[in-house]
């Protein structure tokens, strides 16, 4: 089966609105995994840190230059993502519809080509 990865994006407004009611949030995330394992589609779950703690690796130069920070341009930042293993996108996206989210936050449905599917350079 094809496996997508929901990303979780949130904005500073949407993020702040999840931590006022951060158990209620946990909760229902909590929920949904435990559904997703039923359903046997959870490959993997994980919360991201708080962005002011990542770094960039930028590689616009000549050589990579690592800042301080999340990316200074974007609006969204990744809070974390689940890693399904599902039927088709269709499903990637009832999945997605049913994480808990503040409102303002957006969830990306990306799905995760094959090793099959990763262009090979000959040696």
Not at 57 to 80: A, K, N, Q
Request: hydrophobic fraction near 40%; proline fraction near 6%.
């Amino acid at each position: 089966m094809p496996k997508y990865l929901l990303i979780m994006r949130g904005t500073d407004e949407s993020n702040a609105a999840m931590m006022a009611d951060i158990d209620q949030m946990m909760a229902a995330t909590h929920q949904v995994i435990e559904e997703m394992v039923k359903a046997g589609v959870l490959l993997a779950a994980e919360g991201l840190d708080d962005p002011g703690q990542g770094v960039v690796v930028d590689f616009s130069g000549e050589s990579p230059v690592v800042t301080d920070g999340p990316y200074g341009e974007t609006r969204e930042l990744f809070g974390g993502f689940f890693l399904v293993d599902v039927s088709s996108k269709q499903e990637a996206v009832e999945w997605a519809k049913r994480v808990p989210a503040a409102r303002g936050s957006k969830i990306e449905v990306r799905r995760v080509p094959g090793s099959d599917e990763v262009p090979r350079v000959d040696a």
